[in-house]
T-cell receptor
Framework: DQQVKQNSPSLSVQEGRISILNCDYT??????FLWYKKYPAEGPTFLIS?????DKNEDGRFTVFLNKSAKHLSLHIVPSQPGDSAVYFC???????????FGTGTRLKVLA | KAGVTQTPRYLIKTRGQQVTLSCSPI?????VSWYQQTPGQGLQFLFE???????NKGNFPGRFSGRQFSNSRSEMNVSTLELGDSALYLC????????????FGPGTRLTVL
């Protein structure tokens, strides 16, 4: 049972344009959400997070949006750069736990 | 500050054998989590330790076990290896006082023949 779903396995975007990565979840007990980026042969690197009491969080080129009613999370990267090409994972934590549930990842390719 | 280190980086074992993987967290971090990454499955949570106690556990069989030492270093053990255990095993550390980002190591690539 995949509680955190990333339905797009891959995404290609032109350099300078916006990249939008999506994530859906099924467990209404999730109260903290994170995005990680992973390059080949490296561990995932934290990008940005959001608590369930917020609907938006920004950090530079990265913005995460949370729509609790739709159980949907998205990551916007503006402008996209070739160095952003990586696999992006969303993750969620059920309330009261220290357990991170990850999605299956979306491979982003930013074309120069 | 040194990052999370995992040893060994690569390991080849045969079915039925057992294996121990090691993780050294970032200095000062008291929480260590373990994940299994396989193609198409993303990162599957194995377990999380804080101050030598397992706080959370994922849905893996009892062949997967772990422990944490007083210096926060952690080991993960897999007994009676199966072909399906071939994966990248990732360790992540965090301060552990509450929710927050986890810092991942580079992983140990285990191949079971």
């Amino acid at each position: 049972d995949q509680q955190v779903k990333q339905n797009s396995p891959s995404l290609s975007v032109q350099e300078g344009r916006i990249s939008i990565l999506n994530c859906d979840y099924t467990n209404s007990m999730f109260d903290y959400f994170l995005w990680y980026k992973k390059y080949p042969a490296e561990g995932p690197t934290f990008l940005i997070s959001i608590s369930s009491i917020k609907d938006k969080n920004e950090d530079g080129r990265f913005t995460v949006f949370l729509n609790k009613s739709a159980k949907h999370l998205s990551l916007h990267i503006v402008p996209s750069q070739p160095g952003d090409s990586a696999v992006y994972f969303c993750a969620a934590t059920p309330s009261g736990t220290y357990k991170y549930i990850f999605g299956t990842g979306t491979r982003l390719k930013v074309l120069a | 500050k040194a990052g999370v280190t995992q040893t060994p980086r690569y390991l080849i074992k045969t079915r039925g054998q057992q294996v121990t993987l090691s993780c050294s967290p970032i200095s000062g971090h008291r929480s260590v989590s373990w994940y299994q990454q396989t193609p198409g499955q993303g990162l599957q949570f194995l377990f999380e330790y804080f101050s030598e106690t397992q706080r959370n556990k994922g849905n893996f069989p009892g062949r997967f076990s772990g422990r944490q030492f007083s210096n926060s270093r952690s080991e993960m053990n897999v007994s009676t290896l199966e072909l399906g255990d071939s994966a990248l095993y990732l360790c992540a550390s965090s301060l552990g006082g509450g929710l927050g980002e986890q810092f991942f190591g580079p992983g140990t690539r285990l191949t079971v023949l």
